[in-house]
Structure formats: structure tokens, C-alpha cells
């Protein structure tokens, strides 16, 4: 499922980085980088659902996304230059991606979707896909799992 104008939200960097001073966060490189050039990287925030600044948006996209009421999380994936991607991956779960700066191209099977703010594309579990910044950009990942981030 692709869709345009999903969510409306205003989250940019100065946002980020207020939001990561002010909260202790699980965050790490979730893409292979080498040497020199660690901002070729994309970064993930794990389990900001328990955050207050995203409790409501980890609400709503309960509500929205969640009909079975399954283990979710929510994840904030953001890089910083033209080119920086994610390694090529499937995930064990269903994954709903939303753009909420700049734009980002994913790779899933045979097709590209470029994502502007407030897109949405689902990833159903077990499909390789491959996320890549069009420019700076930063990405919810809302999770349907089997666990829960604590």
C-alpha cells in the first residue's frame, strides 16, 4: 500500500535534535559506513512510542494502521545527505514507513516509491527492500511485531 498525504506532523532536524537532547533514546547507524564518512550513514531511534513527544502519534497510527491489536513499535529513521540508505533487508514484520521530512526513495522488489511529507508505504514481513535519501530526510517506522521495544 502506497499513499500520499498519510499524516500530517511537523518533525525537522531542529525538532530531532531537541528531541534527542531531551530524551534517552536507543539510537545506532543502522547501515553499514566506512571510515570517514559516517553522515553516508542512516541513523535509527528505536522505541520512541514511550517518548511523550510521540505517544499521540503512536496513538493514532494505532488506531489507524492496527486493526488486531498486535505488538507495535514505533522507530525514527533519519539521514542526513543525498545517496544515504539503509542496507538492503527484509524485516520479520510488517512495517508502515511515513516520510515526515524530505524525500526518500524505497526499493521494494521490482519497484520504486519516492516519498514526499506525510506519505505512507506499507512493507509487508519478508520483502527485501532498500530505503535510500533523495536529500535529508526523516522516516517513522511503525512496526506490527511479535514483541514490543521496551
Given at each position: 500500500m502506497f499513499k500520499k498525504n498519510f499524516l500530517d506532523i511537523n518533525i525537522d532536524f531542529n525538532y530531532l535534535s531537541t528531541f534527542l537532547s531531551n530524551n534517552n533514546v536507543f539510537s545506532f547507524v543502522s547501515s553499514k559506513w566506512i571510515g570517514d564518512h559516517i553522515l553516508d550513514s542512516c541513523f535509527q531511534i528505536r522505541g520512541v512510542q514511550h517518548t511523550v513527544e510521540f505517544k499521540s502519534v503512536f496513538e493514532d497510527l494505532n488506531n489507524k494502521l492496527n486493526k488486531k491489536n498486535k505488538p507495535s513499535n514505533l522507530d525514527i529513521f533519519y539521514s542526513h545527505i543525498p545517496g544515504a540508505h539503509s542496507?538492503?533487508?527484509?524485516?520479520?514484520?510488517?512495517?508502515?514507513?511515513?516520510?515526515?521530512?524530505?524525500?526518500?526513495?524505497?526499493?521494494?522488489?521490482?519497484?520504486?516509491?519516492?516519498?514526499e511529507k506525510g506519505d505512507l508505504l506499507n512493507i509487508e514481513k519478508n520483502t527485501i527492500h532498500t530505503g535510500i535519501g533523495l536529500g535529508p530526510r526523516i522516516t517513522l517506522s511503525y512496526e506490527l511485531t511479535h514483541w514490543y521495544v521496551i
Open positions: 542496507n538492503t533487508h527484509a524485516d520479520l514484520y510488517d512495517v508502515f514507513l511515513i516520510n515526515v521530512f524530505g524525500k526518500v526513495m524505497y526499493k521494494v522488489k521490482d519497484k520504486e516509491y519516492i516519498l
